[in-house]
């Protein structure tokens, strides 16, 4: 590989996992549209282990991200926000040889701490994701996500999770 490639490859990494950590502060801050922004032209949704898609995943649809997300998510205080932090550890980068498409694998661990629910860890999963390069940035095309280990979820779900 020449020293312009490598540099292009660097740079690459860089991007996919400044969007990985966008994430984690956006949905921290309570911030669902932007959120949702990110993966406007993402495949978004559950998926099992592998990072094989369970149930039907959201195909390139920012409204319907946001309410998946809203739906989900349980809001708290003044300004509304989760009361949450999403720590995204041990991010795997592959960036294809074109240096315009990668994957990442990465460890997430969300604790949360409300009013009702001392701080502590309430989820532990993985983040099967993909991205592209067009016109110079990079996006989210995938964000899967796997959930491996669930606590005490009463303060953050609308909903039960299966």
Same mark, same amino acid.
């Given at each position: 590989?020449?020293?312009?490639?490598?540099?292009?490859?660097?740079?690459?990494?860089?991007?996919?996992?400044?969007?990985?950590?966008?994430?984690?502060?956006?949905?921290?801050?309570?911030?669902?549209?932007?959120?949702?922004?990110?993966? $406007?032209e993402?495949?978004?949704?559950?998926?099992?282990?592998? #990072?094989?898609?369970? #149930?039907?995943?959201?195909?390139?649809?920012?409204?319907?991200v946001?309410?998946?997300?809203?739906?989900?998510?349980?809001?708290?205080? $003044?300004?509304?926000?989760?009361?949450?932090?999403?720590?995204?550890?041990?991010?795997?980068?592959?960036? $294809?040889?074109?240096?315009?498409?990668?994957?990442?694998?990465?460890?997430?661990?969300?604790?949360? #701490?409300? $009013?009702?629910?001392?701080?502590?860890?309430?989820?532990? #999963?993985?983040? &099967?994701?993909? &991205?592209?390069?067009?016109?110079?940035g990079?996006?989210?095309?995938?964000?899967?996500?796997?959930?491996?280990?669930?606590?005490?979820?009463?303060?953050?779900?609308?909903?039960?999770?299966?």
């Open positions: 590989m020449d020293l312009r490639h490598t540099i292009e490859r660097l740079a690459a990494t860089e991007a996919v996992r400044d969007l990985i950590f966008a994430y984690s502060h956006l949905i921290d801050r309570g911030e669902l549209e932007s959120v949702a922004a990110l993966f $406007a993402a495949r978004y949704g559950r998926c099992d282990g592998d #990072g094989v898609p369970a #149930g039907d995943p959201i195909e390139r649809d920012r409204a319907a946001h309410h998946a997300i809203e739906s989900f998510v349980r809001m708290h205080g $003044a300004p509304p926000s989760p009361r949450t932090k999403h720590v995204t550890t041990n991010v795997r980068v592959t960036v $294809a040889e074109n240096n315009s498409e990668a994957s990442t694998v990465s460890y997430v661990t969300v604790l949360q #701490g409300t $009013a009702d629910l001392p701080l502590q860890p309430i989820l532990t #999963g993985r983040y &099967f994701d993909r &991205f592209e390069c067009v016109d110079g990079w996006r989210f095309t995938q964000r899967l996500c796997c959930i491996d280990h669930m606590g005490n979820l009463t303060e953050h779900a609308r909903r039960t999770l299966t």
